[in-house]
Each structure stands twice: as structure tokens, then as C-alpha cells.
């Protein structure tokens, strides 16, 4: 029997010691703020291709000619001149649709190729003007009814031994929100 008092009372002693305590009781934050920021995909639309123009090549000199991205009179280095016979130069044009009043960038291609089938031309320098403000830039600001316009310009290099012909080519032109 002195056992089982033992066991009795070692049972009630566990038991007490494993009797949950009551903690204090829980909190609440009763207005936690959330948002969400809705905006609406840009869209890029091209007006116009970039075009140099006709280029006059003398035999043997290479040089430039710049296109600037606000207007079509282009200048030229070394043995290559204006022409007088068309195409005529070009900007290449955009419209950009988006959010209003949000700011955007645009992505130009460090360089591309133009070819003839055979023999290449590499363009480079490419500027942009957006809305025909007063200097060329990268980024730029939807107006109020979420629409913004830009034109390029480049740097073609001709080199001394440049084939005659009519070269044509592609590049990639991005816009994307800050």
C-alpha cells in the first residue's frame, strides 16, 4: 500500500506540473493597410523606318553619315556625301501607349548591320528624341491620356571599299516602365 500512496501521489505531482497555463489573451491590428498599383502593358508602334537616304561614295575613302534623331539633314565625314536621288532620309518614328503619367525607357541596340545580301554597314550611335523635346535622351513621361511619340536617328560607317548597292536590315527597339 506505502507503494501505491507513492505512485499515487508521484502521479498528481506530474499532473500538476503538466497543467497548461492560461497565457495572456490574443492581439489584433485592426487596420493593417494593402494597396495594389494597376498600370496598363505599353504598346510600341512604328511610323516610320530609319532611312539614311542615298549616299554618294567616293572610290577608295570611307567615312560617316549622321542621321540625327530630330531631323533629316544628315552630315558626313570622309569620302561620303549627300546624294540628291531618292529615297530621301528618314527618322525612324514611335508611338507609345501606356499608364498615364508613368515614366518610361527605351532600349536601343548598341549597334546592328545593314547588308546588301553579301557586303555589311554597321549603324551605330543611335539617338532618340521623345516629342520633340530639346535634346535627345533614353527616358521619357506618358502624358496625361497615357501617349508619348519619339524619333532616331544614327551613325552608318561606309568603309573604303564599300560596294555599291542597297542594304536593308533590322534592330530592336524596346520600352518598358521605370
Same mark, same amino acid.
Given at each position: ?9 508521484? =502521479?498528481?505531482?506530474?499532473? *500538476?506540473?503538466?497543467? +497548461? %497555463?492560461?497565457?495572456?489573451?490574443? !492581439? @489584433?491590428? #485592426? &487596420? ?40 533629316? =539633314?544628315?552630315?558626313?565625314? *570622309?569620302?561620303?556625301? +549627300? %546624294?540628291?536621288?531618292?529615297?530621301? !532620309? @528618314?527618322? #525612324? &518614328? ?50 496625361? %491620356? ?33
Amino acid at each position: 500500500m506505502k507503494n501505491s500512496i507513492k505512485l499515487f501521489a508521484a =502521479i498528481l505531482l506530474m499532473a *500538476g506540473f503538466s497543467t +497548461a %497555463a492560461m497565457a495572456q489573451t490574443s !492581439a @489584433t491590428v #485592426a &487596420a493593417t493597410p494593402a494597396g495594389v498599383k494597376l498600370i496598363v502593358p505599353m504598346t510600341l508602334s512604328e511610323t516610320a523606318s530609319l532611312h539614311f537616304g542615298t549616299i554618294n561614295v567616293l572610290v577608295g575613302a570611307g567615312g560617316t553619315c549622321v542621321l540625327p534623331s530630330n531631323s533629316t =539633314i544628315r552630315s558626313f565625314t *570622309g569620302g561620303v556625301a +549627300a %546624294a540628291a536621288t531618292a529615297p530621301i !532620309a @528618314t527618322n #525612324a &518614328a514611335y508611338n507609345v501607349t501606356g499608364t498615364a503619367s508613368a515614366t518610361y525607357a527605351l532600349t536601343l541596340p548598341a549597334s546592328f548591320t545593314v547588308t546588301d545580301g553579301t557586303h555589311v554597314m554597321t549603324v551605330n550611335a543611335m539617338k532618340a528624341r521623345f516629342n520633340a523635346a530639346g535634346a535627345d535622351a533614353v527616358t521619357s513621361a506618358l502624358s496625361g %491620356a497615357g501617349t508619348d511619340s519619339f524619333t532616331l536617328g544614327g551613325t552608318i560607317t561606309v568603309t573604303a571599299a564599300q560596294v555599291a548597292g542597297t542594304y536593308a536590315g533590322t534592330f530592336p527597339v524596346t520600352v518598358d516602365y521605370n
